[in-house]
């Protein structure tokens, strides 16, 4: 058993036991429509079809299922938690509330949140029926200084 088989479990586990840490403050999560639903279905399909054809010992087993369960918990937790929001990017994974310069809130099939600041531009879809949470929720938690714009 070589110092690998070992790490990346570990590793893989960490990540995956931070990503259930973001689900379970999740406060209100975005919208997952069906091309996302059907994407992350056949993603997760094709990285099990590997795991289980090419897999030779069971330790590449172990590692297929926390890759997989760790991708669907990444795809999860994106929304709103009390600290801020909560992304699917690597580079920022949380946006807290003081970072939030300018927000755009509009609402049609979906709630369209746009966020600005010094982040990337990022842009979360709620529920119909979440908006007046989701508007409440940014009234109380952005800073004075920070523009909400609502459409």
């Known amino acids: ?3 690998f088989d070992i790490i990346i479990p570990i590793l893989l586990l960490v990540l995956l036991l931070k990503q259930l840490k973001y689900i379970k403050k999740l406060i209100i999560p975005t919208r997952k429509s ?6 992350v ?4 399909i094709i990285l099990i079809s ?8 069971w330790i590449h087993y172990i590692v ?4 997989s369960s760790t991708y669907i918990c990444m795809w999860i937790k994106q929304g709103i938690n009390s600290k801020g929001f909560v992304s699917m990017y ?14 755009i809130v509009t609402s049609s ?22 908006y007046e ?19």
């Not at 069906?34 to 994407?39: E, K, M």
């Not at 279905?41 to 997760?44: A, F, G, N």
């Not at 297929?64 to 890759?67: D, I, P, R, S």
């Open 1 to 3: 058993m070589r110092i």
């Open 34 to 39: 069906y091309i996302q639903i059907i994407f």
């Open 41 to 44: 279905l056949i993603s997760v």
């Open 50 to 57: 590997i795991t289980y054809f090419y897999g030779n010992k």
């Open 64 to 67: 297929g299922v926390l890759a």
């Open 90 to 103: 690597r580079y920022k994974e949380t946006i807290s509330w003081n970072e939030i310069e300018k927000v």
């Open 109 to 130: 099939k979906d709630v369209k949140v746009k966020l600005f600041g010094d982040f990337m531009e990022q842009t979360f879809y709620f529920k119909n029926g979440d």
């Open 133 to 151: 949470k989701v508007l409440t929720f940014l009234k109380e938690n952005l800073p004075k200084e920070a523009q909400l714009q609502i459409n």
